[in-house]
């Protein structure tokens, strides 16, 4: 969504690289561009300006003027104001302290309350509560109905006692939900409300007369992240209206031009709570402010995707497969098992989009094909157990019967083979500590040439020990040298290091009488 956002804003940073000071004319030229990045992603004009004002008014400050690098300092501060605009600090639910938390959705016809309304259960649900999903919305066709289907996929009920349809009260409903969550021991109540194509009197009569029957804890305004300004007139006009406690943003995987997300929070003072990425009802979760403004910059997100790493895969099945990585015994079964793990992360565009730099390639990543995983799969499964347990077995009779098997070509089952045999090479490198081939070594990585300590010298100078060399050739000479230092050495009085014939000396042994009965 923010991709030309971001485009102008890191080609912007750029043009400050490689300067030791920033003139006047630097600043004033900087803040031009980011004005127009802004204004081009549909940010509104106040909130441009005063975004603009504040970075202009602290590049001229001491923290841009005394710093070594002064364009890092610059992209630290739009970071920075970035993050404010986008809420400052993460905002959590308020849960009630006694009975059902009431949570009620609100905002126009179209922008997804319903689904949202189950993406929210779901949420819940893994934060170990027990969510009771309300059908209030009797106006729409089939929006009772969307909300069972919806609720049915994430195990959560729905109290939905009318059809809808444009039969029933939600007042009446949105009050007996509150009874029926006390009877059945739920402590969440999410209640779904009736939109309009528009902002009218009868909607937000609606909305308020059940407001007034459930008192939520939280009143959350759903909005369209692709309808650009008009969003914040709607926002406005709910405020006004109905009042909300927080902004929901949904299809954040969309490519509009996203200024409503840096908006909304400026002119209505509400954060932005939650943000729905994608039609997957697991695509979910809490706004970050600051990894939100990370992504802007092509910072990427890491500790988002950390967070769905953590809840996607198996930690016993991850720690086994590092032991065979070590081992040397990775297989393409384990292969076929990370890649079915790492499928649960979501798309592969999405997760590699969270890695820093990545706007960079943003092409590349738009154009690749997820259906690769796929083939890779079909390939694996069509392999036997053996061959899967040892690839080095699979010659051009068996490559011909895979690629048959899968429906795929030779040609792309010779590809995953050799690709197979140089990852698991890396990997292996990787796990042991080698880092990666070719690559200097990072912090907690290994790999690169590795410093020995003076404590290391001495250690190795008591024992009497010498560094082998990495040559091969050299690392035989000096194994000679040492071999005939040591055959050129006195002997030492134990025998060490000489040939010995011990049943000579075993006979040349003055033992006590009877002593041989111990020897047998």
């Not at 170990?128 to 009920?157: S, Y």
């Not at 309009?196 to 992240?225: C, H, K, N, S, Y």
């Amino acid at each position: 969504m923010f991709a030309t956002l971001s485009d102008r804003l890191t080609a912007t940073f750029k043009n400050l690289r490689g300067k030791g000071r920033l003139s006047e004319a630097d600043i004033d030229a900087t803040a031009r561009e980011i004005r127009i990045a802004l204004l081009e992603a549909d940010v509104a004009l106040p909130v441009v300006k005063d975004f603009v004002a504040a970075i202009k008014e602290r590049a001229r400050g001491e923290e841009v003027s005394g710093a070594l690098n002064p364009a890092q300092q610059v992209v630290k501060i739009v970071n920075e104001e970035l993050v404010q605009i986008l809420g400052g600090e993460t905002r959590r639910l308020r849960y009630a302290k006694t009975g059902p938390t009431v949570i009620m959705l609100a905002g126009l016809q179209g922008a997804g309350k319903t689904t949202l309304a189950a993406k929210l259960a779901l949420w819940l649900k893994e934060q170990g509560k027990t969510p009771l999903l309300v059908a209030c919305d009797l106006q729409r066709p089939n929006a009772v109905q969307q909300l069972q289907v919806n609720g049915e996929k994430v195990g959560v009920p729905v109290f939905a006692p009318e059809a809808g349809n444009g039969v029933g009260d939600p007042v009446s409903v949105a009050r007996a939900s509150i009874e029926e969550a006390k009877r059945k021991l739920h402590d969440v109540v999410i209640v779904d409300t009736a939109g309009r194509l528009g902002v009218d009197a009868e909607m937000m009569a609606q909305a308020i007369g059940i407001r007034d029957a459930v008192q939520p804890d939280e009143t959350l305004f759903v909005v369209d992240a692709m309808i650009g300004q008009d969003a914040l007139t709607t926002a406005q006009a709910f405020l006004d209206g109905v009042g909300y406690d927080g902004v929901v943003l949904t299809k954040l995987d969309g490519d509009a031009r996203g200024g409503a997300a840096l908006s909304i929070r400026h002119v209505t003072g509400r954060p932005v709570m939650f943000a729905s990425t994608g039609e997957k009802l697991t695509d979910f979760d809490v706004f970050h402010p600051d990894r939100m403004a990370s992504r802007i910059l092509d910072m990427g997100d890491v500790l988002t995707l950390i967070e769905q790493a953590e809840k996607a895969f198996d930690q016993e099945e991850a720690l086994k497969a590092a032991q065979k990585l070590s081992d040397g015994d990775f297989t393409l079964d384990d292969f076929l098992s990370q890649m079915q793990q790492l499928k649960k992360l979501g798309s592969m565009t999405s997760i590699l989009k969270m890695l820093p730099g990545m706007g960079q390639i943003r092409e590349q990543l738009d154009n690749f094909d997820e259906r690769e995983i796929d083939r890779v799969e079909a390939i694996i499964r069509s392999m036997t157990p053996a061959e899967r347990a040892n690839p080095k077995l699979i010659d051009g009779s068996r490559r011909a019967r895979i690629a048959k098997g899968s429906g795929r070509t030779v040609t792309d089952v010779n590809g995953l083979v050799d690709r197979f045999f140089e990852a698991r090479k890396m990997m292996m490198q990787m796990a042991r500590g080698g880092g990666m081939p070719g690559m200097p070594g990072m912090p907690g990585m290994g790999g690169g040439p590795k410093r020995v300590t003076q404590k290391q010298k001495q250690k190795a100078k008591a024992k009497g020990g010498q560094r082998k060399s990495g040559n091969p050739a050299k690392a035989a000479q000096e194994a000679a040298a040492a071999k005939a230092k040591a055959a050129e050495a006195k002997p030492n009085p134990f025998g060490i290091g000489e040939d010995i014939d011990y049943e000579a000396a075993a006979a040349q042994l003055e033992l006590p009488k009877d002593f041989s009965k111990f020897l047998k």
